[in-house]
């Protein structure tokens, strides 16, 4: 069973929000939530969706999961204190599906993340089944620094070999749980995302899944208009019978 973990549980700060959080914010005629939602949704491979959202936010998407026909969403349930904490209730919802003997896979996205291919979740799940995870990321096109404390430049990355951290971000369902539980038991609750996670608490190294440029998180209102561009270009090339991966 392959099962699509959606958090959606940020307020946007950076986004300056004034009402709603950015994941419901109106992108080309829907949420961004929804857009989200949609690509798990049309997959023939995902059998359930388990969405974290802000608890005063959780009866809004009831409504919109209902509207918009998302009939893979099993369970909407609250958030945590932080980002990880957040991921883990997710996680935890989705162990009462784990009666396959570990092989129950789990993908874990942004719900402010609307776009990527259709054939990634396939190369995700493909890549969880083969190396027993999935990081989907982009090329690094910009030269990547480190400094010190003081702003000096110590070194500098090799380019080719810098990739940029995407989602989903897959995984076996048994053992992203087993990670977070040893976190948990080390009192950490700061980890970025799921890959750090592994890197600290498996021998095994994360696989990275190529994604597209396109497969933007709205962090920033520049995200959000880019996004919203993204989508108007796409519109009119469907409508030309080209794509966007004619140009890359």
């Known amino acids: 069973m392959n099962i699509a973990i959606v958090f959606a549980g940020g307020v946007g700060k950076r986004m300056n929000m004034q009402g709603a959080p950015k994941q419901f914010l109106n992108l080309y005629g829907k949420p961004v939530l929804i857009h989200a939602l949609e690509r798990f949704e049309k997959s023939p491979l995902?059998?359930?969706?388990?969405?974290?959202?802000?608890?005063d936010y959780i009866?809004?998407?009831k409504q919109l999961v209902a509207k918009y026909n998302i009939t893979k969403v099993e369970h909407i349930v609250p958030g945590g204190e932080t980002g990880q904490d957040s991921i883990f209730n997710g996680i935890e919802q989705a162990k009462q599906y784990d009666n396959t003997e570990g092989k129950n896979i789990v993908l874990i996205h942004d719900g402010v993340r609307p776009i990527f291919e259709e054939d990634l979740i396939e190369r995700v799940i493909s890549s969880v089944n083969e190396y027993g995870s999935a990081i989907s990321c982009i090329p690094s096109n910009e030269t990547t620094v480190i400094v010190d404390d003081d702003k000096n430049i110590i070194d500098t990355t090799n380019r080719a070999k810098t990739f940029i951290a995407r989602a989903p971000q897959a995984f076996f369902l048994n053992e992203i749980y087993d990670w977070h539980k040893q976190a948990q038991a080390d009192n950490n609750h700061s980890f970025v995302d799921s890959c750090s996670l592994m890197?600290?608490?498996?021998?095994?190294?994360?696989?990275?899944v190529e994604t597209c440029f396109e497969?933007?998180?709205?962090?920033?209102?520049?995200?959000?208009?880019?996004?919203?561009a993204l989508l108007e270009a796409k519109n009119d090339m469907?409508?030309?019978?080209?794509?966007?991966?004619d140009y890359r």
């Open 199 to 208: 890197q600290k608490y498996c021998d095994r190294n994360p696989h990275i």
């Open 46 to 55: 995902i059998d359930k969706i388990v969405v974290v959202m802000l608890n």
């Open 59 to 61: 009866d809004l998407t």
């Open 238 to 245: 469907d409508a030309l019978g080209v794509s966007l991966e």
């Open 215 to 228: 497969n933007i998180k709205i962090t920033t209102p520049s995200d959000f208009y880019t996004i919203r």
